[in-house]
């Protein structure tokens, strides 16, 4: 629109919008999903496929979906499956869809109804996958609890394995599942990180003091992961030693909404905050070298952690990001006027 | 003529001798020797062969040459001759002189003969006669020299004889020299006779001698005694072969007791001097002079002690030449025990004249030490004391300021009062401001102190305190940079070891501090690095002991720089903890109610009142610390508490009003279309160090956070209403705080929009019930007002 913009637009969504997802399964193309928030009008899924040559965003699909989307995730294994966390009104609800074949018609069919999983007492916030491949458990979270299902799709069947309360108290709103371990789970608390063994549904550690947004595990390195909080930025962290951040990033102007690593090469970031940017950031995970131990006197020396690009071609905040997993110098973000905006990091990449 | 005599004497020469070379002398041999090699054409050379010699002129001249040349060797042959008759004359002349004396000397000699015999007739008849006298006088010379002999040995009898009472006449006279000498003069003869005839006699001067030897002993150990006298009375004592190294050892122990008795005095004193320190109030300056002052007065004493110890070395030095190792030793034990003295004192704070003084004092004992013992090499040995004193004192200085700026920042952290609160940031950001400012400058002048002082040892030291000057403020400042962090619970980014970080926790730090700190270290930049860079460059340039290629300890830049990045970081840090308690308490009004079933709204809400509260929190800090920025703020004045007239905006109202009768889609589309056409509000800008600037960017801030949150909820018209009247309240008080209108009736507007958006059933409230509502909040909270300040 303005400027020298490189991204790629696809203007598609009528509505607002917060959620986009990356469909993982889908070896074929370059493809994400992204789901509207729309009060009053009938809200929509679409899947968005890059075409081959890059340079343009397709809608390979158009579904009606009966609410407005709070949290979409894409099934890690299934391209045609996706889960949805949706509200009207009062109420509110979390399924798991699958996209009819589409035989070249795109004129909105509809979304079949794979699982509802209506256990839940409170409002849904969020539903997980496990990220690193083919599993048949799903998590969702709700305000005061953490449900653990077992999905049979074939049967449209959906079980709750078990469950844990949070209590009262506290206030969950969010979460990560680790990829290195399928027994271990993070959830957003009110001013903390709490951290679950599903198998004993106990708690096995938290971080205090962290008014995280979001939260994601390393997708290479174990024990690490990074948050998006309102005023500290982004932190990373190592569970070893929770006690204090590894390392911190100023983050956005105004809040830091969503925050993703790269797939592939887990030293670039992606945030997005509520001051209309999308900032990239080099961030070498602990470990990798010393450079911990360095002072931050020496830091405008040291090139390695750094904003690599602020892009700031946003018209309102931006809160969903998705890195392709097929592409990984591709990511895609939206911003509540429901534009969907694909961007290459091909030049930041080390070569 | 010159080159006529030359030719003369060459000639003579050439008749003498063969060898012209050999004979001529050393001119002419000099003068001879280049001719030998001469070329053929030389006539003079001896090896001259007339046939080359001829070809050669041949070859070289022309007619009219060879006969000019004819004619001059004709002139020459001519002269040659003339010169040869000449010679031939003068010898001849010579040998009849010759002649003539001969014949002369042949007369003379007749009739010496006759002469010569008398001569030795006269010479037999004396000799005869002296031999008659001879044999006449040998028999009484031969019993004089008897007589002699006897009367010496006679006297040598009588000596002994007269020894004991010559000693004793000597121990009175305290001539013991005298005394020592007799006795070894008649000590051969003792060993001889001692058994027999002379048994008395060496009895009692034995016993003489042993007073001698005793008279002796108690010269040496007599303190009082002239050193030369002591000395002799040793050498003495040597030669009557009495064991002095028992003696010299007995000595060197006395001198360790007197040593230690000096060190004790030392150590009573320096404790005695730390007692005052510590007891007396480090405020309380004049107790501080008095012990300084008393510092000084046994100083004084110690001064005689030291001379005398001094004249006692050099006494030993001079009575016991090998006992000097000994003596060292002492003598450095002595002053290691007083370096390591002020070593313990530096360690608490003291100003650099005591340290002056102390080294001083300490010099001015070296120097004399050194005048009596340079082999103690106590110069090199000072230089090393004085120079980890000095680096302690640098260092320790530094760590004192560095505790002092911190005392100073922290001291006001307990706000007792409600009242003593509006001064008291503003007094630790002065305070602290002073602290930095005047304790570097006092640091600095004290050091100069050190620089500007004449010993001769710190002159040497003069570059390393130059250095360590410079590396002390770099450290300082980075410590400090350091010890803002660990304030400001953020430790663990300067230092990542989790076990050195402090306790301080995160939610525990007093946002004041913040503020504080940030203006501080934009201070620190701009005024402080600057003015001690000046003063460093005035008086503590050059060092370069740690070489060039290092650069300078003190880089103001690299300082500079963390510290304008501090400031940043410190005013984002302050703006952060400011919105994030603002943020939750917005948190907790929008997520706690139901805002589907909201009821119809009957007043504005209370957290308004928090907010401003917050808001006017802000003010009190910001106002303290920072300044004003240059927009001044002259347009709200007049319109303080009049609600309608900003209110009132008829098009905005009528646009919203508009809008919500439409249908949704296309509001949102014409908000979107109607962004498009907007100038966009730049609302993230960057935050300047001023009231108005912080207190901005803090409103914004919570005004894009109340947006966020109100995009989280859904609303029934209830609700709706509710935001729609509390915004509408906040329009003017926030105006109050702002200059910024225009991104602030954005951002509200942008809040409504959102809860529009949000909003089930989007009807707004009519706009005489929104400002009756506003009116009653305004009055009520007017009264409330009142009824605080009458109470």
């Not at chain 2, 040597?238 to 004790?264: A, C, G, H, I, R």
């Not at chain 2, 910001?622 to 709200?636: A, C, D, E, S, T």
Request: net charge negative; hydrophobic share 40%.
């Amino acid at each position: 629109m303005r400027g020298a913009s490189t991204g790629i637009v696809y203007g598609g969504l009528k509505y607002q919008a917060r959620c986009i997802a990356d469909v993982k399964a889908d070896t074929d193309h370059t493809s994400f999903l992204a789901g509207t928030l729309s009060l009053k009008e009938e809200n929509e899924v679409h899947l968005i496929r890059l075409s081959p040559p890059g340079s343009e965003l397709v809608c390979e699909g158009l579904f009606y979906h009966p609410n407005e989307i709070w949290d979409l995730k894409s099934c890690p294994f299934n391209p045609r499956i996706f889960s949805t966390v949706f509200t009207f009104g009062e109420t509110y609800g979390a399924s798991v869809w699958q996209i009819p074949e589409l035989n070249g018609q795109s004129n909105a069919p509809q979304l079949e109804q794979l699982v509802s999983l209506n256990e839940h007492t409170f409002k849904i916030k969020c539903v997980l996958w496990w990220p690193s491949g083919k599993y048949d458990k799903l998590i969702s979270i709700d305000e005061g609890n953490l449900f653990l299902w077992s999905i049979d799709a074939s049967n449209k069947m959906a079980k709750v394995i078990s469950q844990e309360s949070v209590g009262m108290l506290h206030n969950l709103s969010g979460g990560a599942w680790d990829p290195h371990d399928r027994n271990a789970v993070a959830g957003i608390c009110d001013s903390s990180l709490e951290f679950w063994d599903l198998r004993t549904m106990k708690k096995t550690s938290s971080i205090e003091q962290a008014h995280a947004r979001d939260v994601e595990y390393n997708p290479k390195k174990q024990h690490l992961l990074v948050t998006a909080e309102d005023v500290s930025g982004i932190r990373l962290w190592d569970l070893r030693r929770p006690k204090f951040p590894v390392k911190e990033l100023p983050g956005h102007a105004h809040w830091t909404w969503v925050i993703r690593h790269n797939p592939e090469y887990n030293e670039l970031i992606l945030s997005a905050g509520t001051d209309s940017t999308v900032n990239l950031w080099l961030a070498h995970p602990p470990g990798a070298d010393d450079s911990i131990s360095e002072s931050p006197v020496d830091s405008p020396k040291r090139p390695k952690d750094s904003l690599l690009n602020s892009y700031t071609d946003y018209e309102d905040s931006v809160y969903g990001l998705a890195w392709s997993t097929r592409e990984p110098s591709v990511f895609a973000s939206l911003s509540y006027d429901g534009r969907v905006v694909v961007e290459s990091v091909k030049s930041y990449i080390r070569k | 003529m010159d080159e006529k005599a030359k030719r003369t004497r060459e000639l003579l020469a050439s008749f003498y001798s063969t060898d012209p070379s050999a004979g001529g002398g050393a001119g002419v041999g000099s003068a001879a020797s280049p001719r030998k090699m001469a070329s053929p054409d030389s006539i003079n050379s001896p090896s001259f062969d007339p046939d080359v010699y001829m070809s050669l002129l041949v070859q070289k001249l022309n007619l009219e040459g060879l006969l000019q040349k004819h004619v001059e060797m004709a002139a020459e042959i001519k002269n040659l001759d003339t010169d040869l008759q000449m010679l031939v004359y003068e010898n001849y002349n010579k040998f009849i002189n010759a002649t003539d004396t001969i014949k002369r000397m042949k007369n003379n000699i007749v009739g010496m003969e006759a002469n010569m015999e008398q001569l030795l007739a006269k010479i037999t008849s004396v000799q005869s006669k002296s031999d008659l006298v001879n044999t006449s006088l040998f028999e009484k010379r031969e019993h004089i020299e008897k007589l002699h002999r006897t009367r010496n040995l006679l006297r040598k009898v009588q000596f002994i004889y007269d020894l004991p009472t010559r000693l004793a006449k000597c121990i009175k006279a305290e001539a013991y020299a005298d005394a020592v000498r007799f006795f070894i003069g008649s000590k051969p003869i003792f060993e001889a006779y001692g058994d027999s005839s002379f048994q008395d006699c060496k009895r009692a001067s034995e016993e003489a001698i042993d007073l001698v030897i005793k008279n002796l002993q108690a010269k040496i150990y007599s303190d009082s005694e002239p050193i030369e006298a002591r000395a002799e009375a040793v050498v003495l004592l040597k030669q009557l072969n009495f064991p002095v190294d028992s003696l010299k050892t007995k000595l060197l122990e006395k001198l360790e007791d007197y040593l230690m008795t000096l060190q004790d005095e030392h150590k009573e004193t320096g404790a005695s001097a730390l007692d005052t320190l510590e007891t007396s109030e480090p405020s309380d300056i004049g107790k501080l002079s008095d012990t300084i002052l008393s510092l000084k007065t046994p100083t004084g004493t110690h001064m005689v002690s030291v001379g005398e110890v001094s004249k006692i070395i050099r006494a030993y030095l001079i009575i016991f030449p090998d006992s000097e190792r000994r003596l060292i030793e002492l003598i450095q034990e002595l002053f290691t025990k007083r370096y390591g003295i002020i070593e313990r004192r530096v360690k608490e704070r003291m100003t650099s004249a005591d340290i002056l003084k102390m080294i001083r004092v300490i010099w001015e004992d070296v120097t004399l030490m050194d005048e009596v013992l340079a082999e103690a090499a106590l110069p090199a040995f000072s230089l090393e004391a004085a120079r980890s004193i000095i680096r302690q004192f640098i260092s320790t200085s530094f760590s004192h300021l560095l505790l002092e700026v911190s005392e100073a920042l922290t001291k006001s952290q307990p706000m007792p009062k409600k009242g003593s609160e509006e001064s008291s940031l503003q007094n630790a950001l002065e305070d602290s401001k002073k602290v930095v400012i005047q304790g570097s400058l006092d640091l600095l002048s004290e050091f100069r102190q050190l620089l500007d002082d004449n010993l001769e040892l710190l002159a040497k030291l003069r570059d390393l305190i130059v250095d360590w000057v410079q590396e002390g403020f770099q450290g300082f400042f980075q410590k400090l940079d350091e010890r803002f962090l660990a304030l400001c619970g953020r430790g663990y980014i300067a230092n990542p070891d989790p076990s050195v970080i402090d306790a301080i926790q995160v939610d525990k730090v007093q946002t004041g501090l913040v503020l504080v700190l940030a203006q501080l270290s934009v201070f620190i930049e701009q005024i402080a690095i600057p003015k001690i860079m000046e003063e460093i460059a005035a008086s503590f340039s050059g060092g370069g002991a740690r070489g060039y290629e290092h650069g300078p300890a003190f880089v103001p830049g690299e300082i500079c720089r963390i510290f304008r990045s501090a400031g940043e970081r410190f005013l984002l840090l302050y703006i952060n903890m400011k919105t994030q308690k603002i943020s939750i308490l917005l948190k907790k009004r929008f997520t706690t109610p139901n805002w589907i079933k909201h009821k119809e709204p009957r007043e504005v809400h209370m957290f308004v009142d928090l907010l401003l509260q917050e808001l006017e929190a802000v003010g009190i800090e910001v106002r303290q610390i920072l300044p004003q920025g240059l927009v001044r703020r002259h347009r709200h004045s007049d319109s303080t508490g009049s609600t309608n007239s900003s209110r009132s905006n008829p098009t905005r109202e009528d646009k919203l009003t508009r809008t919500n009768t439409q249908r949704v889609r296309s509001q949102f589309l014409e908000s979107h279309l109607a962004k498009l056409f907007e100038q966009k509000m730049e609302i993230f800008t960057k935050v300047q160090y001023t009231q108005e600037s912080v207190i901005s960017t803090i409103i914004k801030f919570c005004l894009k956070s109340l947006q966020e949150f109100v995009r989280l909820q859904t609303f029934n018209r209830s609700g709706f209403q509710q935001i729609q009247l509390d915004i509408e309240f906040l329009k003017n008080p926030l105006k109050e705080f702002v200059d910024d209108d225009a991104a602030i009736d954005f951002l509200l507007k942008e809040v409504i929009g959102a809860a529009h958006e949000r909003c089930l059933d989007p009807i707004p409230l009519e706009a005489p019930i929104l400002d009756k509502l506003i009116s009653t909040k305004i009055s009520k909270s007017r009264e409330e007002n009142q009824s605080s300040s009458l109470a």
